[in-house]
């Protein structure tokens, strides 16, 4: 049991927060993009994106294992990301900052996902039974590029006007 929950049940509130966490950092990541901010939509990514991380500190795993690793790292960096959109108000140097940490707090809850994927899915599983077979480093890889591709055309684009700062949509 973790918190009072079955563990079928934990895992399954870890996973609809993740999803929340990616399906609203993509809205989020699809604004940078057009040069647009959501503050609404950013709040509930970066919320969900960081109870991902610490409902994911949860599973009863012995030591320091690859998944907490990546999990300190993203509290890490969205730490950062809520300091610049909430405390700096991507002003300055902190607009690039945010849309660099955002994107790569989003990144690394979808690499989870893509590692997840690949082990508990049957068809993929097949596919790259160790995690380290040519499928999964095609997938992280294409995710990585794409992440990359996001995160240039972000920083050029995103430029948030004092009045969008009050938008909520």
């Known amino acids: 049991m973790i918190i009072g929950l079955s563990t079928a049940t934990f895992t399954l509130l870890h996973v609809i927060i993740s999803l929340i966490g990616i399906f609203t950092g993509l809205a989020v990541a699809a604004a940078l993009w057009s040069g647009k901010r959501l503050d609404s939509w950013t709040g509930v990514f970066l919320l969900t994106t960081v109870l991902t991380d610490i ?21 890490v ?12 108000r991507v002003a300055g140097a902190w607009r690039w900052i945010y849309v660099t940490t955002a994107l ?22 097949a596919l790259a039974p ?3 077979e040519p499928p999964f480093a095609v997938a992280q890889g294409a ?5 990359i591709v996001i995160g240039v055309v972000s920083v050029r684009r995103f430029h948030p006007s004092a009045s969008q700062g009050t938008a909520y949509a």
């Open 130 to 132: 160790k995690g380290n």
């Open 143 to 147: 995710l990585l590029l794409i992440f």
């Open 55 to 75: 409902t994911g500190f949860m599973f009863p795993v012995a030591g320091l294992d690859p998944a907490r690793i990546v999990g300190i790292i993203s509290l």
């Open 104 to 125: 790569v707090g989003l990144y690394l809850n979808c690499f989870v996902a893509v590692v997840q994927s690949f082990q508990k899915i049957p068809a993929l599983h």
């Open 77 to 88: 960096i969205l730490a950062i990301a809520i300091i610049a959109f909430y405390v700096y």
